[in-house]
């Protein structure tokens, strides 16, 4: 191709001038007409004009800084030849009426023209220019291989004719084209939207006040349990909304509505258990000549998971302050009673610490769990296992896994500690052939049930009653007082201590 220098220096200055305008070639460009495929609509057109021109040849031509392209031919093969020959530069810059050439060879400004002395041969030409938004994009134009007499005034007016009729051809195929992208482009945002909003789990809607109709996603008639419409009544939604939160939202909306354009509001929705509650965010979009809002948009979505979660941590933060204190009164109370049985402060530092270790493992159990309960067997498997080796157990476990409360879980640890730290230094644990056996099993039925542990050493040292019982015999006894009906016998058997806890089994899975 040659450059647009080029081209413009084998045309006459003016017609240059009018081909290479930018507004023109805007225009040109704009209709996306280059290069599409052959129409027969436009053919139609060139086919009229051969025969009103009596002539073998008819073109639609759209004229570019470099090339003529035809978007419809004729009786001619080619799509295209080069803007610098084109008879069809020459008629745009003529003006609006059509430009005729009855014998190129004798035109001082075709006669040397490849069209005319080349296979071609053109000697007649008649072109009238297509109009398009008041720029000549192209024209529609005939040719002959003869020479012809100047076209009458009625032939020239059906050509001027048919080219208003190619160029609004071009502005209505361009207005199809323009719709179709606009509404893909529309429909594409529409799928956008609709993905994003159903990622985000909202429901848009548009509320016209002044007929009290929202037209809305299907969602927000599933938000407030209603039968699923994309046209809902305000007062329905007003209906739906839970009778504790009515007042408090229509009077913030109200307030909101008075004093700015945006409005927030969080309620539930009744007929749910747990409860569901709903989130609404809208904005005024149009107002009256007084001020007041007629047409708001917004959107809703379901804050319940968010709203159970600080239920969920208001109740943890109250648990804990609760257990916070009841630890420190256990701690005070374990400090208070090893230095009063103590006899030297070494005595005292080792249980203490091991008393404390006891108690801070059930408490990272219960933190872990949110403080909800600590499996049976859990517990014992961790409490005892700084007492057992894992290559040669001595302590055997069975029962079924049954869920502990904190209060139980606290006090049953405490318990196994001191078991089996007296084991290990005085009972069947403190010689190698020393054993012990430790089951549960549950009692009663269902709202009675109660869990019995068992503890029993065998094959250690002949055991006998001790003169004055130690704390952490009083400890056994009294860890699981905060457990209502709870029940704790300790006897020092010739063959091996024996303990067995019983306390009543509490409903955890509310």
Known sequence: MNSKAEIGASLPAEVALAVNAEDRLAVLHGLGMLDTAADPDFDRITSLAAAVMQAPTALVTLVDIERQWFKSCFGLDESETATGISFCAHAIAAGDEPMVVTDATTDPRFRTNPLVTGKHHV??????????????????????????????????????????????????????RSGAIAEAALAREEKRRAIALDAASLASWAWDIRTD?????????????????????????LTAIDPR???????????ALSG???????????????????????????????????????VNYDISERKLGDERQRLLLRELNHRVKNTLATVQALATQTVRHA?????????FGARLQALGIAHNLLSD??????????????????FDTADQPRIAIS????????????????ILHELASNALQHGSLSIASGKVDLDWKTQGRKGGRRLVLTWRESGGPEVAPPERHGFGSILIRRSLAKVISSEVTHEFRREGVFAEISMPLEDLSK
């Open 399 to 414: 029962g079924a896994d049954l869920l502990l409360s904190p209060d139980q879980a606290v006090g049953l640890g405490l």
């Open 260 to 298: 700015s354009d945006d409005y927030f509001g969080e309620y539930r929705v009744k007929g749910f258990h747990p409860p569901r509650w709903v989130a609404t965010r809208g904005r005024v979009i149009e107002r009256d000549g007084n001020g007041k809002p007629t047409l708001i948009f917004g």
């Open 123 to 176: 000697r007649f030409y008649a072109g009238a220019p297509m109009v398009v938004a008041g720029a000549r994009i192209g024209t529609l134009c005939v040719l002959d291989r003869k020479r012809h007499a100047y076209p009458s005034a009625a032939e020239l007016d059906q050509l001027k004719t048919l080219a208003g009729l190619a160029a609004s051809l071009f502005t209505l195929k361009d207005a199809t």
């Open 245 to 255: 939160d009515v007042y408090q939202t229509e009077t913030r909306f109200r307030d």
């Open 343 to 351: 006899r030297r402060p070494s005595e005292f530092l080792d249980a």
């Open 369 to 386: 769990r949110e403080w909800r309960g600590i499996g049976v067997r859990e517990l014992v498997q961790i409490e005892i296992r700084p």
């Open 213 to 237: 109709i929202i037209e809305c996603d299907v969602r927000l008639s599933e938000l407030f349990n209603l039968p699923r419409s994309t046209r809902l009544r305000a007062r329905d939604i």
